[in-house]
Nanobody
Framework: QVQLVESGGGLVQAGGSLRLSCAAS????????LGWFRQAPGKEREFVAG????????NYVDSVKGRFTISRDNAKNTVYLQMNSLKPEDTAVYYC??????????????????WGQGTQVTVSS
């Protein structure tokens, strides 16, 4: 299976930017759907953005449209989440996830087969 490792989280002021990275090992992303999820303490895990590895089609939750951009680098087996104009409500642990069982960008966490360990994003006001 694929191992996923997130990086790039940290503490930032409202209005600032961060870029999260998700590096894959063990297998390539050739047949995978990649997604970013986030979870705050006491809340359910929420879909943020997704991308198809080969076609590059994307999907976003409404609350981040126009602010976040998901992308991938095939040669590096890495997916990115560029986060601009950050708000305090974006504070959460962000997880990278992958699925090789679907051909569409799913928003339900149970569809994804592999998960990273998460990286903390904290936005202060």
């Amino acid at each position: 299976q694929v191992q996923l490792v997130e990086s790039g989280g940290g503490l930032v002021q409202a209005g600032g930017s961060l870029r999260l990275s998700c590096a894959a090992s063990g297998r390539t992303f050739n047949s995978y759907i990649l997604g970013w999820f986030r979870q705050a303490p006491g809340k359910e895990r929420e879909f943020v953005a997704g991308i198809t590895w080969t076609g590059g089609s994307t999907n976003y939750v409404d609350s981040v449209k126009g602010r976040f951009t998901i992308s991938r680098d095939n040669a590096k087996n890495t997916v990115y989440l560029q986060m601009n104009s950050l708000k305090p409500e974006d504070t959460a642990v962000y997880y990278c996830a992958a699925s090789d069982t679907t051909s569409y960008i799913a928003v339900r966490p149970h569809v994804y087969n592999n998960w990273g360990q998460g990286t903390q994003v904290t936005v202060s006001s």
